[in-house]
């Protein structure tokens, strides 16, 4: 072989790299997208102020040295709730962050450009791998421009969602190496760890976009398997699987048991049910309709491009075919957006019935996230050929009217995030969630401003007010301690929900709170004289053992790269 000349290495050391590249066009695509904020201020979407109202929480916690929060401190009006329990941390720590760097009008804008510009550098990483550099660049930046990436930086403001999303392509990379489709495998066992880490990611970001992928992630590896008749993709794939899994495993357990402490058939209340949300699915509720129609046609325009890219690149899947077998790597991605598409049409109600957590992920449209990542990667492929870069012209050009259409029917305001944290400041709180209020409250009954501690007759039939005052020694959302002195026996209110995490002390003596009749508010008994009130939450059983299962999924990933390491070296000797 003959070395590379000087001038080679002189071009070679001044050639950009692709991924440099990639980096930049994604960044560029992102400011963009987002320029309307600077304009007509947030775009309050759906889920606005769900997030927010988290990322302002955590940001409070960390101020008192809670690093993991697991109840809120404002939600319900104060009264709190186990929201950080159920919701996935990824998207509300990085919100809170953000929330410390910068101004509270700028957080959404910032969340918004990290998160698509981090789409198109993973799918960069997944598309050189399956076409040439240049084609990877454009698909990835189609990948940032997709109709669903607008869909939830408009109307939706779904940020968990939008970060899974970004996270998407990593995934599908570690699992088209698990199942031998790339050139550039892992050998071994140790390809596992490259596809749970960005699986656990995903799951670690929304709940809903974790379903998704799994299934997908779950029907590549089974094609895979029976196609190449290879038993050893399967087990590496519900290896990679489980480990992913185990990986969230501090978060999912408890996610998943304390769902009995809660009202979490609320989130398939009217409105989130499957059936409602098929495309172009019409209901009485003239606003959800309208919406449903706009995300219809995301999704109905994603599929569209979907089958053109992937008819356009025919040719380049049956040149891999001739060229050694990776081909056969196009028909399963086809296979995967295909089903996506599939289950976004009302027949496949019996699938959203009787698959598993299937329902709970509530839009069928939200698999146009799949069949987004699957048309970067064939309109990637399309790129590589004379011409091909029109496609992602023609996608920009379309996204134009798309983009108005977005603009013009979400909820723009300039103070939404600035009115949130001053909600804080007055002591008012934010609204709670349905599904996860605590089992036998309603919190739509709590009221709006409530002092920390309020005397209560001993006699719940009612009476005089007590002799006795309380007096508050410190109030932190994991931590609270109140001094009681009364001249009888009185109940304590506390600003405070009942939830079995909740452990209280009164005078070095565990009791178990009683509650008022109208909502699960926590009352304590107290007896007559000076009495100590102490109230923390808990690490539960499940929320140790879900901490171990991390740990031990993360010793496993450590055994594994090493022993990676230690193959590669043993094949070079």
């Known amino acids: 072989m003959t070395p590379p000349s000087v001038t080679q290495k002189a071009v070679g050391r001044g050639r950009i790299p692709g991924w440099l590249l990639a980096l930049g066009l994604s960044l560029l695509i992102s400011v963009v997208i987002v320029l309307p904020f600077f304009w007509y201020g947030s775009a ?46 990824l998207s509300w720590m990085v919100g809170a962050v953000l ?55 408009y109307i939706r403001s779904d940020f968990a969602e939008q970060l899974a999303c970004a996270i998407f392509p990593l995934v599908l990379l570690g699992a088209l190496r698990v199942c031998n489709y790339l050139e550039d495998s892992e050998p071994g066992l140790s390809c596992i760890v490259y596809f749970a880490i960005p699986f656990a990611g995903v799951w670690l970001s929304n709940a809903p976009a974790g379903v998704i992928v799994s299934y997908s992630i779950a029907l590549l590896m089974a094609w895979a398997g029976i196609t190449q008749r290879s038993l050893k993709i399967a087990v590496r794939g519900a290896c990679g699987l489980a480990l992913g899994l185990s990986l969230t495993g501090f978060y999912l357990i408890p996610a998943a048991y304390e769902q009995r402490w809660v009202n979490i058939g609320q989130a398939l209340s009217s409105g989130l049910l499957p059936w409602q949300n098929f495309l172009f699915t019409a209901i009485e509720d ?8 706009i995300a219809s046609m995301c999704a109905l325009m994603l599929v569209l491009l979907f089958g053109v890219s992937a008819l356009l690149s025919v040719r380049l899947g049956r040149r891999g075919v001739e060229s050694g077998g990776r081909g056969s790597v196009w028909t399963a991605l086809l296979v995967v957006g295909t089903a996506a598409t599939v289950l976004m049409m009302r027949f496949t109600l019996p699938l959203w019935e009787h698959l ?63 009115t949130q944290y001053a909600a804080i400041e007055r002591g008012t709180g934010f609204d709670g969630t349905d599904e996860y209020d605590p089992l036998g409250d309603d919190h739509s009954d709590l009221p709006v401003r409530a002092p920390l501690v309020k005397i209560l007759p001993e006699n ?53 709170p009683e509650r008022m009749d109208d909502f699960n508010v926590m009352v304590i008994p107290v007896k007559r004289g000076s009495s100590v009130i102490r109230v923390w939450f808990l690490r539960t059983v499940d929320q140790t053992v879900g901490i171990w299962v991390s740990v031990m999924a993360m010793m496993v990933v450590v055994a594994l790269l090493v022993w990676g390491k230690s193959a590669k070296l043993r094949a070079s000797s």
């Not at 399956?130 to 607008?150: C, D, H, M, Q, W």
């Not at 012209?393 to 108005?404: C, D, E, K, R």
Request: glycine share 6%.
């Open 286 to 293: 003239v606003e959800h309709t309208w919406f449903n129609w």
């Open 44 to 89: 309050s979407g759906h889920d606005f102020v769900f997030h927010a109202d988290s990322w302002f929480d955590v940001a409070l916690q960390w101020k008192e040295g809670v690093l993991y929060p697991r109840w809120t401190a404002w939600t319900n009006h104060g009264y709190g709730e186990p929201r950080f329990i159920f919701y996935p941390p």
């Open 99 to 153: 929330t410390r760097v910068v101004a509270p009008p700028w957080v959404p804008v910032v969340f918004i450009v990290l998160t698509q510009t981090l789409a198109g550098l993973s799918a960069f990483l997944l598309l050189k791998r399956l076409t040439s550099e240049r084609a990877a660049i454009l698909g990835a930046a189609g990948y940032v421009l997709n109709p669903n990436a607008l869909l939830m930086t």
């Open 460 to 512: 719940k039939g009612g009476g005089g007010v007590p002799e006795a005052q309380a007096h508050v020694v410190e109030w932190k959302t994991e931590k609270k301690e109140i001094r009681v002195d009364a001249n009888e026996e009185v109940r304590v209110a506390l600003r405070l929900l009942n939830y079995p995490a909740w452990r209280v002390v009164v005078n070095g003596t565990v009791i178990a």
């Open 356 to 418: 598993p957590k299937l329902r709970f992920v509530q839009f069928p449209w939200r698999w146009m996230s799949i069949v987004a990542l699957i048309f970067a990667c064939f309109a990637a492929a399309v790129c590589e050929r004379r011409r091909g870069w029109l496609l992602f012209a023609a996608m920009a050009v379309v996204s134009v009217p798309l983009g108005h259409l977005l603009v013009s029917n979400s909820w723009w305001d300039t103070d939404e995030m600035p």
